[in-house]
């Protein structure tokens, strides 16, 4: 129930301010606004240009290996209770040993994408 009403309110205060902007902001458009804006740049050739292969290889490993510290921070949070055996108490490697095979895993992918010069610019 909470995080429906939490839902709803951000919800329902992004329409609000959306159609306060619509409604009461104003509208004056010049040819300079019409025009893409660039980082004050002119623009150059189409926006819709093609990209190489290798573009698209390297964002989705970028991806790859950076999804690692989402998978991290929890285990650091959690990095004592894995620790701890739970039946006697007792200090357990279980913890250690799980991050090192997420980046052992990690690292052996990482060499055969180097292998395979997926990752670097000619």
Same mark, same amino acid.
């Given at each position: 129930?909470?995080?429906?009403? #939490? ?6 205060f992004? #329409? ?5 902007a ?9 040819p ?11 623009p150059i ?6 990209y ?6 390297? *964002? ?6 950076d999804?690692?510290? *989402? ?10 209770e ?5 039946t ?12 090192l095979?997420?980046v *052992?895993?990690?690292?052996? *992918?990482?060499?055969y994408?180097w292998?395979?010069? #997926?990752?670097?610019?000619?």
């Amino acid at each position: 129930m909470p995080a429906g009403l #939490a839902i709803v309110c951000g919800v329902g205060f992004c #329409a609000i301010l959306t159609a306060l902007a619509i409604f009461i902001g104003p509208k004056r458009v010049t040819p300079e606004k019409l025009e893409p804006f660039e980082c004050g740049s002119e623009p150059i050739g189409t926006p819709r240009g093609r990209y190489s292969v290798k573009f698209y290889q390297v *964002a989705i490993l970028f991806l790859v290996f950076d999804i690692e510290t *989402a998978f991290m921070y929890p285990w650091a949070l959690m990095y004592r209770e894995l620790s701890v055996h739970p039946t006697t108490g007792a200090v357990s490697m279980f913890g250690f040993v799980e991050m090192l095979v997420f980046v *052992a895993v990690l690292v052996v *992918a990482l060499s055969y994408v180097w292998r395979k010069k #997926a990752i670097g610019w000619d």
